[in-house]
């Protein structure tokens, strides 16, 4: 076992005390109190829960590369929605998204030229065409067969270069 290097750390160590000598949330549960779970990217330029005006505790957030509907996110929408009071979801890719700018080949071809890593053994799910791919994945979740009856489904495209949230009719 390694230990935990402090010394890379050192900003979110000191970040989290200070964190703590202002925490509010103890009373809040596991249970998303507004309903919602969002499926949205990893891009740090991304604060899920100001973009739909919501705050701590009122929404599930499964974030992974391009806001794509994987398997894990479909096994988390499943407790989500029987065990964790999600009753809505909201699938949020985004513009400007590395997964939409290159296909596979060019990502995989990129990481090895650069670090000489050959990643080809994994899928990274890019898109050629992000309103496609949200169809397709809003449509996935809608078909889940494990799913909770009766979850809301829907699709919309966040522009990071305004904060503006497009829904999408799929």
Do not use: W
Request: aromatic share 6%; glycine share 6%; hydrophobic share 40%.
């Amino acid at each position: 076992m390694t230990e935990f290097n402090h010394d890379i750390f050192s900003d979110v160590v000191s970040a989290n005390e200070m964190f703590v000598k202002g925490f509010q949330h103890s009373e809040l549960t596991g249970t998303a109190r507004r309903g919602l779970a969002i499926v949205t990217c990893m891009d740090s330029r991304i604060s899920p829960l100001a973009v739909v005006g919501m705050q701590a505790g009122d929404a599930k957030i499964l974030r992974n590369a391009g806001a794509r509907v994987t398997d894990d996110v479909l096994r988390t929408l499943v407790l989500a929605s029987y065990l964790l009071g999600v009753n809505r979801v909201l699938v949020m890719p985004h513009t400007d998204c590395r997964m939409a700018r290159d296909d596979e080949a060019t990502i995989h071809a990129t990481i090895e030229e650069q670090f000489g890593v050959d990643t080809r053994s994994l899928e990274f799910q890019t898109v050629s065409d992000q309103r496609m791919a949200l169809e397709i994945d809003v449509n996935r979740i809608r078909q889940y067969p494990l799913l909770q009856r009766g979850v809301s489904v829907a699709g919309a495209l966040y522009h990071v270069e305004s904060g503006h949230l497009e829904p999408l009719d799929v």
